[in-house]
């Protein structure tokens, strides 16, 4: 199987069909062979049976997982890419705030043996912001990166580690998903310092992307507990990163 698509979804019932529908059309105008996995982080607006009702067209896998309680995005993409069976893993937000169709240039450096991770950034030169987040979202991002440099410990040249949309080869994922222990919306710096510990190669790639305002996601809620797990994060990729 070419590719897996894996989509978290918290209450997102009224999105999700478009969601799987967009993944299949990639499928099928590029030629590919794939999967799409809808997993349910809990909803209660019905977002699986609003899956399930969702057909994907002809030679499109497709695999509704629920978890019982909200257990959070990293919990849900972890079971996601462990469940996945593709070459390639995507995973993105729910919203289609970047056409798949951007993952194309990756998906080729990775086939090709020169890549293994490609993170879509919203900061690059040649990435193209067609809707942009409101002011107070912006002013949040850019503190939680500044954070993230200084206490969890991700690199500098990673401008955007929070972007929901992600390209993996799925050899080098599905080790690395596997001992993930953050359950929330830090685990992307979990898995990225982990990977980058075991000396795989990932790179940020400019993208088009769309704000989508209804969002799940309210990192400023967190408050100062933010900075006490960004050091848990940095404290875990160390002891894991080889494992």
């Known amino acids: 199987m070419d590719i897996s698509v894996i989509i ?13 529908a967009a993944a299949a059309a990639f499928f099928a105008d590029n030629g590919l062979s794939g999967e799409v996995i809808v997993v349910d982080d809990g909803s209660t607006d019905g977002t699986a049976e609003a899956a399930w009702r969702t057909d994907p067209g002809p030679g499109v896998g497709r695999l509704i997982l629920r978890l019982e309680k909200n257990a959070g ?9 462990l469940e996945s069976r593709g070459e390639i893993i995507i995973y993105a937000d729910s919203g289609v705030c970047v056409p798949y ?11 090709a043996g020169s890549l293994d991770a490609g993170l879509a950034s919203r900061r690059l030169e040649d990435t193209v912001i067609i809707r942009g987040q409101p002011r107070g979202r912006r002013i949040v991002s ?14 500098r040249w990673i401008t955007d580690s929070q972007c929901g949309f992600k390209v993996w080869r799925g050899d080098a994922a599905r080790p690395v998903f596997s001992g993930l222990v953050t359950p929330g919306f830090l685990f992307e710096l979990e898995i990225i310092l982990r990977a980058l510990r075991r000396g795989l190669r990932i790179e940020e790639f400019p993208v088009e992307w769309t704000c989508d305002l209804d969002t799940r996601l309210h990192a400023s809620s ?22």
């Open 101 to 111: 169709a951007n993952a194309l240039p990756v998906i080729k450096r990775i086939r």
């Open 142 to 155: 850019r503190l939680f990166h500044g954070a993230a440099v200084r206490f969890a410990g991700l690199p």
């Open 222 to 243: 967190h408050g100062a507990g933010v900075i006490r797990e960004l050091i848990r994060v940095r404290s875990l990729a160390r002891k894991r990163g080889n494992l």
């Open 73 to 81: 995005k990293g919990a849900a993409v972890r079971r996601g890419v």
């Open 8 to 20: 978290p979804a918290l209450n997102e019932a009224h999105k999700i069909g478009r969601d799987i």
